[in-house]
């Protein structure tokens, strides 16, 4: 299976500023990587596929970067509703995988 | 509006069975694939099975293989998962996604609790 690591766990960030969340697969995804956010009470929405298209109706500060191991999430300005959790998943092998998740906390 | 909504958690003993619904609407569902994703405080998010829109082909993670069923039905447009032999490690919110790759669309979840 593949394994999915996220980095930082957390991060604290002030309105504003701009945020990077890593992922890093254990074995190459190509660019079958996808990006969720979650808030509380809620199912996670999907931001961004192909490791940097962005879906329908997210904001273009949300932008993904990367390939194969590496990959990107960068929050431009961080707006209130951006505060969240947020997973990459590989869609490239069975079983789908999901990293474990960075917390993004107001500053 | 594009929607998922699932039903039928609740609280079983280990061992016992549970089917779990969902429910959709705002889109053609017999062309899309499926997906149940769980999500544990401990675990995080750990995709279940999948089934697939065209000849109904299942794929499902290793711990719950065996023991939980995904199905659909077109005519209904709906999606199930029958879980028997459940454990405590299977306690947790259930959610259903619309595959496209990516898990496009997501419902709210129902929450499954195996205790005693």
């Known amino acids: 299976e593949i394994v999915m690591t996220q980095s930082p766990a957390s991060l604290s960030v002030s309105p504003g500023e701009r945020a990077t969340l890593s992922c890093r697969a254990s074995?190459?995804?190509?660019?079958?990587l996808a990006w969720y956010q979650q808030k509380p009470g809620q199912g996670p929405r999907l931001l961004i596929s192909?490791?940097?298209t962005r879906a329908t109706g997210i904001p273009a500060r949300f932008s993904g970067s990367g390939s194969g191991t590496e990959f990107t999430l960068t929050i431009s300005s961080l707006q209130s509703e951006d505060f969240a959790v947020y997973y990459c998943?590989?869609?490239?092998?069975?079983?789908?995988?999901f990293g474990q998740g960075t917390r993004v906390e107001i500053k | 509006e594009v929607q998922l909504v699932e039903s039928g958690g609740g609280l079983v003993q280990p061992g016992g069975s549970l089917r779990l619904s969902c429910a959709a609407s705002?889109?053609?569902?017999?062309?899309?694939?499926m997906n149940w994703v769980r999500q544990t405080p401990g675990k995080g998010l750990e995709w279940v099975s999948y089934?697939?829109?065209?000849?109904?082909?299942?794929y499902d993670a290793d711990s719950v293989k065996g023991r939980f069923t995904i199905s659909r039905d077109n005519a209904k447009n709906s999606l199930y998962l029958q879980m028997s032999s459940l454990r405590a490690e299977d306690t947790a919110v259930y959610y259903c996604?619309?595959?496209?790759?990516?898990?496009?669309?997501w419902g709210k979840g129902t929450t499954v609790t195996v205790s005693s």
């Open positions: 074995q190459s995804v190509s660019n079958n």
């Open positions: 996604a619309r595959s496209v790759g990516p898990l496009d669309v």
């Open positions: 705002g889109f053609t569902f017999s062309g899309y694939s």
């Open positions: 998943q590989q869609y490239n092998k069975w079983p789908r995988t």
């Open positions: 192909g490791a940097s």
């Open positions: 089934i697939r829109s065209s000849d109904s082909t299942v």
